[in-house]
């Protein structure tokens, strides 16, 4: 596309009403996604939305997604991932709980010392590194940045950019490592045969539990809430989890769509001098990341992708729809990511403040020269 063609469609974009933006989001999620599949990519219904959301968005569209409409979705994510582990999942991380929790803590730390270092050299304004590359919690740490002072836009895209950067670096992951037959994916039908009732008490879950998790204000509460009321229930033989593969496909879009049209064109100008930096410190973030799940491939024997995902400092809803479409182990990748959510609400921003006040005060003493931006 020439920059004059860039100009008219932009201009489209923005002058056009909101039932054409949502009609052209629709069209370029189908399209997108239908590329996705047809390469290869994981995810493929996830990155497609999510890649329309920025050009609807990053072109002058007034789209939004509130969150009351986005309390469902984060629902059937968590119906989908509880009818992917197993019922010995609980059993499963008592026995290997150490692995799960040098994983964890050595992602918290990682990223700690990571954001420490950025911010002492400048790398971003203030402390905006030291926020942005906290894995997990991004609407926790995008206001604790705003709370002290960083550059709120700055961490906000460092975040959901990531979630963008590590998708793409599972694909790249999953074509190196999936050479296998055991990592064949198997052939989507998108209009299966539906059993109704199980599909109506999924349904109900997804409702019911989405909107009790709103309802007790905690982060991630629809998702968490419906996540272990579902471990339950077909632990315990009450419901059998049925989610066609179309209904997964909205929920997917939802939340590409949610990420997506965060991107607009005011947050991308405003990041765009910054852009390589961002960039930069995301992929250091992913790399330290990857060595950790290098460090579990060589002693625990888990195989790549796993490990990768399973460390990944992506957000917890959007690796689960990956996991959900690669060979994976989804148990271990799951078990890792909610037990590294959890300390990451715990821990993590106590943290991040403790090491933010450090980072502050050291810019306070040093000297002119100390405190020029990279």
Same mark, same amino acid.
């Given at each position: 596309m020439t920059h004059e063609t860039l100009r008219r469609f932009s201009g489209w974009i923005e002058e056009s009403t909101p039932a054409f933006q949502w009609a052209a989001l629709i069209v370029l999620s189908v399209g997108f996604g239908a590329v996705l599949i047809w390469l290869g990519v994981p995810a493929a219904m996830l990155i497609g939305p999510l890649l329309a959301g920025i050009v609807i968005s990053g072109n002058g569209g007034k789209l939004r997604l509130t969150p009351r409409a986005f309390v469902p979705v984060q629902g059937l994510i968590g119906c989908m991932i509880a009818g992917m582990l197993p019922s010995s999942t609980v059993g499963e991380f008592s026995v290997h709980w150490p692995v799960f929790a040098a994983g964890v803590f050595s992602v918290i730390v990682a990223s700690g010392v990571l954001g420490w270092l950025l911010a002492r050299m400048r790398v971003l304004p203030g402390t905006t590194a030291l926020w942005g590359v906290s894995p997990g919690a991004a609407t926790i740490m995008?206001? =604790?940045?705003?709370?002290? $002072?960083?550059?709120?836009?700055? @961490?906000?895209? =460092?975040?959901?950019? +990531? @979630?963008? =950067?590590?998708?793409?670096?599972?694909?790249?992951?999953?074509?190196v490592s999936g050479v296998g037959p055991h990592h064949v994916a198997p052939a989507i039908i998108w209009f299966p045969a539906l059993a109704w009732l199980p599909l109506t008490k999924t349904l109900a879950l997804a409702v019911l539990g989405s909107l009790l998790g709103r309802r007790l204000r905690i982060p991630m509460g629809p998702m968490l809430v419906t996540l272990v009321a579902g471990v @339950?229930?077909? +632990?315990?033989?009450?419901?059998?989890?049925?989610?066609?593969?179309?209904?997964?496909? @909205?929920?997917?879009? /939802?939340? $590409?769509?949610?990420? $997506?049209? +965060? /991107?607009?064109?005011?947050?991308?100008?405003h990041a765009a001098r910054a852009l390589p930096r961002i960039i930069a410190c995301s992929l250091a973030l992913i790399a330290v990341c990857g060595g950790i799940g290098a460090a579990l491939v060589a002693v625990a024997g888990i195989d790549p992708l796993t490990a990768y995902l399973a460390t990944s400092p992506g957000g917890a809803d959007s690796v689960a729809i990956i996991a959900a479409s690669s060979n994976v182990d989804v148990r271990f990748v799951m078990a890792m990511q909610m037990a590294r959510f959890v300390a990451v609400l715990a821990v993590g921003p106590l943290a991040a403040r403790f090491l933010a006040r450090r980072t502050a005060v050291k810019a306070d003493t040093a000297g002119p020269e100390d405190t020029r931006s990279c």
């Open positions: 995008t206001l =604790m940045a705003e709370a002290y $002072g960083a550059d709120a836009q700055l @961490v906000a895209v =460092m975040q959901y950019l +990531r @979630v963008l =950067m590590v998708a793409a670096v599972a694909s790249v992951v999953a074509k @339950v229930l077909v +632990r315990h033989g009450w419901l059998t989890i049925e989610l066609p593969h179309w209904l997964l496909a @909205v929920a997917y879009a /939802f939340v $590409g769509w949610r990420i $997506g049209l +965060r /991107f607009t064109r005011a947050l991308l100008a």
